[in-house]
């Protein structure tokens, strides 16, 4: 009997690794080792068949000065920034329409949340044959009652990023309502029926009541949404392709087409290195933030 | 809140704009799709004329939209098995037992939540390549789009945070019965975890269905394609209908569609939650 003790205390002891081993094994596999050969890449040349080359900081000073890689960083910064900012703003104004726990409203924010569960693949197949540039596109048909001409959207440089944000927003918006319905719900109600007391009217009880009350949901969303946004791929990719010359190439496409079509794997895992430090400070920046809340 | 009719009118008004601009597209796509006519490029229809179900025969015999959905079952079905499954495990023991580095492991698990699955493309590519210690090659398989996905922190997070709620003396009951650590998961923990299962599911499932960059990085196979990256060798095609691609397209956008309207309930907690805890 005294010599099952230890054993059974080792088991004891070995059974949350039991439960955690595949997870753990996971995790190894595609996500850590991946990183830290990314990481140990971004200091070498990579050739192939064995034959890397240790250059130091070669790599990160190549992609810190490379011109394209900064424009494509500028306009993910642009691209970030303007769907964070439209698909907050205009779901917090639609979040106080679809309040309510009413059968139609449930109808409304169930149709409404269809983008949010599509694939960005799919979207972007929406969205290229509603951006038609032709005057009898779905877009341009709009565009036209208003009384303006065709545009080009993703054929149009000038134009291609302003679009790819407004399909970006169109799939962001109904998420963020969600959110923010949510949050509208967990308001005390007494509040408002006070603001009302004292007279105040519907813009100073959305500004004194419904915005502090939305506060950390409004802060969840536009940080995360931040910082996700960085990283943006298939929205581009599948859709533009980082074209019309250029005009929409963003971080992760560069970075992509460096890695898999210029095959300058060293660049490429500087690039991304550089990327996920830069997501990681924002990260830690709002981790720290929250604690201190 | 009391209604005044005068009101009525610009909600009505604005219900019909939001369902029109987020829901409009996906209803002129099925519409589109099983119509007869011959439409142009870039142009839907609010209803089919001349339906047919011919679209999506030619869609799904002519351009192998049956091959494409193979694959995307496949991985999604085997992906989110395997993830619910490790994710149940995981948060198991990260929920219920106290043991040395559980605050490392928690640490851990969060780090790849916030590590972009974009950043590690390249070296995830090489990887796959040659599996270090098994030494065996995932590219060009179904596996090497699977087992990326099974390892997720927000599925095991959101089960964890569930499974701490559940009441210790339920657990004790058990373990004075004679329980094993295994019995008390199978029998006690997980039943009580139904609805965090259902959410976990619903999540998982459309997170693998829309994995696009994954199934690129491992097969360049065009008959090991996804329905999403399928996509855009399709419509490569130019002596292709608009509408035919169109139909693919409706079949590429139904199943996390259904399982989101089938699912709801347990798509909305989970999103709640997801949401509030960050």
Sequence with gaps: MTSRRPFAQLMTRLTPWFFLAP???????????????????SFH?????????????????RALTDAALRDAAGRTLLYVFFTVLLSASIALLLAQALQGTARH??????????PAVTSAAVAAEIWRILYAPTPD????????????????????????????????????????????????AGINSELYDAAAVDGANAWQRFTAVTLPGLAPAITVICTLGFIRGFRVFTEVYATTGGGPAGSTEVVMTQIYKQGFQELDYGFAAAASTLLFLFTAALTAVYLAWRRKR | MTRHPASLIPRV????????????????????????????????????????????????????????????TIVVLVGTVLQLSVSAFAAYALARKRFR??????????????????????????????????????????????????????????????????????????????????????????????????????????????????????????????????????????????????????????????????????????????AVKG
């Design chain 1, 23 to 41: 997870a753990l094994l996971a995790f190894t596999w595609f996500k850590f080792i991946p990183m830290a050969k990314g990481l140990v890449m």
């Design chain 1, 105 to 114: 409203m449930r109808f409304i924010r169930t149709a409404m949340f269809l």
């Design chain 1, 45 to 61: 040349k990579v050739g192939f068949g064995g034959s890397d080359t240790f250059v130091g900081w070669h790599n990160f000073e």
């Design chain 2, 13 to 72: 008004l604005l219900y019909g704009l939001l369902l029109i601009v987020f829901a409009g597209p996906f209803w002129a796509f099925l519409m589109t799709a099983f119509s007869g006519v011959t439409i142009a490029p870039g142009r839907l229809l609010w209803w089919p004329e001349q339906p047919t179900l011919e679209n999506f025969r030619y869609a799904w015999v002519e351009a192998k939209a049956w091959r494409y959905l193979l694959n995307s």
């Design chain 2, 101 to 274: 580095g559980l605050a490392l492991v928690s640490f851990l698990i969060l780090s790849t939540m916030m590590l972009p699955d974009e950043v590690i493309a390249i070296p995830l590519f090489i990887v796959l390549g040659k599996l270090p210690l098994l030494g065996v090659s995932l590219h060009d398989t179904h596996l090497g789009m699977i087992l990326p996905v099974v390892g997720w922190g927000f599925s095991i997070f959101m089960l964890s945070e569930f499974m701490r709620a559940i009441p210790a003396d339920l657990e004790e009951a058990a373990r004075v019965d004679g329980a094993s650590d295994w019995q008390i998961f199978w029998h006690v923990i997980l039943p009580l975890c139904r609805p965090a299962l259902g959410s976990a599911a619903v999540f998982g499932f459309i997170m693998i269905w829309d994995q696009y960059l994954l199934p690129l990085l491992v097969t360049n196979d065009e008959s090991l394609y996804t329905l999403p990256v399928a996509l855009a060798t399709v419509r490569a095609d130019e002596t292709m209908k608009p509408a035919v691609f169109i139909a693919i397209s409706v079949i590429a956008m139904l199943p996390s569609i259904l399982v989101y309207l089938g699912l709801q309930r347990s798509f909305n907690r989970g999103l709640l939650a997801g």
């Design chain 1, 137 to 184: 596109g779905v877009v341009n048909s709009l565009l036209g009652l208003l009384g303006m001409g065709p545009q080009g959207f993703w054929a149009d440089p000038s134009q291609a990023l302003a679009a790819l944000v407004g399909m970006h927003v169109w799939k962001h918006v109904p998420y963020d309502t969600v959110i923010f319905v949510a949050g509208l």
